[in-house]
C-alpha cells in the first residue's frame, strides 16, 4: 500500500503526487505554512489525505508557535490552512476537530500542549487508515464479480492517509476473491486517474485500463461495466455528491446504460448543514492546467479558460453512498443523517 504522508522526527513527509508516476519524489514539510503550499499545490490531494495534512499542518504550526502569543499564532495557522483549497470538507473537519482539542487545552503547559496536538494530528491519520478498510468491507459486496469496474480521478491510497476509499472498494472486492479489473478514467485537466490511480493499481497488481474521459460512455453501453465507484469531497444532506470534475458526467451515462453508480467516502466526507449540492462552493483552478500539459502549451495563447476542480452529481444518479458505518441509499435526507448518528 502506497505511503501517503507520514509524520516523522524530521517533519512531515509525503510522496509528491505532482510528479508521479515518473518520479517517485517525496516532500518534507517542516512548518504549517509549507503545509499550506503542499496542499494548494496538490503535492498532497484527495479530501480525506488533505484533512490529514491539515491536522498535521496544524501540529506543525503549534510546534513552531511561542508560547507567549500561541493563542494568535493558531488562529492564523487554522485560517491559513483552511484558506488552501474550497470544497473538500475533510479539511474544515480536521482543523474543526484541532481546534475543538485546543480549546479544551488552554491554561496548560506549552509541551503538553504540543504533544497533545501531535498525538491527535497521528491519531487522524490512524483512523483514516481504519475508516477506509471499513468502507471497503461495506462495498465489496457490491461490487460484481467477474465484471469491470470503472472509476473517476484517484480515490486510493493516494487521495487518503491509506487503503483509499473508492479504490479500497476495489481492493477489499479482490482481497475477498472477486476476479475484477478496473476501467480508469485519465481525469482531465491534472490527470490523476492516468498519472495516479493507474499507478497505484499496478503497484497492487490489479488488472486496470486506461481510457480517455470521453471513452466512458462508449464502454458503459457495451455492458461490460459491473459498476462504477468513485469518491467524494463533500456530500450534501440530501445526497448530492461534489467530486473530481467530469463525475457528473460518468454518473449521467451509468444512469443512461443501467450500472450502478456508488459513492465512496467517510462520513467526515458529509456536511449535513447543506441541503442541496448547489451550495457547495466549487474551486476553480488556474488557467494553465487546462492550457498546457506538463508545462507544454496545447491551446493558442490568451485562450479563454474555465477550470473548475470539481462538479456537482445530484443525489437522483447515486446508486449508494458507501461509508464506514455502511451504505446509505435514498432517500438520502433520512439515511445519511442515520449513518452519521450511528455508534
Known sequence: MVETIQWTDGGVVMIDQTKLPRVEAFVTCNTYLEMADAIQTMVIRGAPAIGVAAAMGVALGVLKASPSTLDAEFETICATLAAT????????????????????????????IREAMVTEAQLIYREDIAINMAMGAHGAPLVPDGKTVLTHCNAGALATAG???????????????????????????????????????????????????NMAGHFLKSGRIGCVVVGADRIAGNGDVANKVGTYGVAVLAKENGVPFYVAAPISTLDLTLTSGDQIPIEERPSTEV????????????????????DVTPNRYVAGIITEKGVAYAPYEISLPALAAKE
Open 163 to 213: 487503503f483509499g476509499t473508492a479504490l479500497g472498494v476495489i481492493r477489499a472486492a479482490v482481497n475477498s476473491g472477486k476476479k475484477i479489473d478496473v476501467f480508469a478514467d485519465e481525469t482531465r485537466p491534472f490527470l490523476q486517474g492516468a498519472r495516479l490511480t493507474v499507478w497505484e493499481l499496478q503497484q497492487d497488481n490489479i488488472p486496470v485500463t486506461l481510457i480517455t474521459d
Open 291 to 310: 492550457t498546457e500539459v506538463f508545462g507544454v502549451p496545447v491551446a493558442p495563447e490568451h485562450t479563454a479558460v474555465q477550470n473548475p476542480a470539481f
Open 85 to 112: 483549497r474550497p470544497t473538500a470538507v475533510n479539511l474544515f473537519w480536521a482543523i474543526d476537530r484541532m481546534k475543538k482539542l485546543y480549546a479544551t487545552l488552554r491554561g496548560q503547559s506549552i509541551e503538553t
